[in-house]
């Protein structure tokens, strides 16, 4: 992939992301916790393989999304630690919503997870911090 493809990417992937938060922002405000869980999921999920895009990372699988991601980003502390729990408790989340038939959304958690995607997905906007500095 290109330079300029892997930019291309990264801008689609971040366009999705920020649609995701605007789809969870509805299904919050129309008390569908279950559906808005999903959409959070993807809008972290997007932006995390916007800013791989940007930084060159080819990527091939769902979970090479999450390893790299960690590997790249948390273990070389340009991300802390709850960013990599982040995205695992919201996976988790949006594969009960999927999948799971006693699935019970927590109202306020979801909103919470909703506020703490935004967050992400913004900090992600401006470029990871530099673990050098």
Do not use: N
């Not at 393989?49 to 090479?64: D, I, K, M, P, Q």
Request: net charge negative; hydrophobic share 45%; proline share 3%.
């Amino acid at each position: 992939m290109t330079r300029d493809a892997r930019a291309s990417a990264a801008a689609e992937e971040m366009a999705k992301a920020r649609e995701e938060i605007k789809a969870a922002d509805g299904l919050v405000a129309a008390d569908l916790m279950r559906i808005a869980a999903t959409r959070i999921y993807w809008a972290v999920f997007h932006a995390v393989r916007a800013l791989l895009y940007s930084e060159g990372f080819e990527l091939r699988t769902h979970e090479g999304v999450h390893q790299l991601f960690h590997l790249h980003f948390v273990k070389t502390r340009r991300f802390e630690p709850a960013a990599a729990r982040l995205l695992a408790r919201l996976q988790k989340f949006r594969e009960e919503a999927d999948y799971a038939e006693t699935y019970v959304p927590d109202v306020e958690g979801t909103k919470e997870d909703l506020a703490a995607a935004r967050v992400f997905v913004d900090r992600i906007a401006q470029g990871p911090s530099d673990p050098s500095s």
